[in-house]
C-alpha cells in the first residue's frame, strides 16, 4: 500500500533550522507532484511548497527565501529545509503526493515542528 512517512520534526530555536523528510513507497514517485503543507493549531492546512517531477518549485510567500523543497527520485524522497525559523511556523507538517496523471492524492501523518526559545 501507499506509504509517505515524515521525519526531521522537533523543537527548534527562533532563527534554527531543521531538515523534515518524506519517505514514500508503494507508488512510481517519479510520477508525483510533491508537497509539503502545514497546519497550526486553530488554522486551515495550508501550502508550504511543492515539486513537479521534474523539480519545479513553487513555495507560499511566507517561505520563500527561508525553505527549500527538493526530491530525490532515486530514494523516492522530498526534503524540505527550513531556515531562519520564526515562532509562526510551528505547526504540523505534511507529505503530499499528487498524482501528474489522474486524481491520486495521498498524505502522511505529520510532523511537527515547535519553533520556540
Known amino acids: 500500500q501507499v506509504q509517505l512517512v515524515e521525519s526531521g520534526g522537533g523543537l527548534v530555536q527562533p532563527g534554527g533550522s531543521v531538515r523534515l523528510s518524506c519517505a514514500a513507497s508503494g507508488i512510481t514517485f517519479s510520477m508525483y507532484r510533491m508537497g509539503w503543507y502545514r497546519q497550526a493549531p486553530g488554522k486551515q492546512r495550508e501550502l508550504v511548497a511543492d515539486?513537479?517531477?521534474?523539480?519545479?518549485?513553487s513555495y507560499a510567500d511566507s517561505v520563500k527565501g527561508r525553505f527549500t523543497i527538493s526530491r530525490d527520485n532515486a530514494k523516492n524522497t522530498v526534503y524540505l529545509q527550513m531556515n531562519s525559523l520564526k515562532p509562526e511556523d510551528t505547526a504540523v507538517y505534511y507529505c503530499?503526493?499528487?498524482?501528474?496523471?489522474?486524481?491520486?492524492?495521498?498524505w502522511g501523518k505529520g510532523t511537527l515542528v515547535t519553533v520556540s526559545s
Open positions: 515539486i513537479t517531477s521534474d523539480g519545479s518549485t
Open positions: 503530499n503526493a499528487k498524482f501528474t496523471l489522474g486524481p491520486l492524492n495521498y
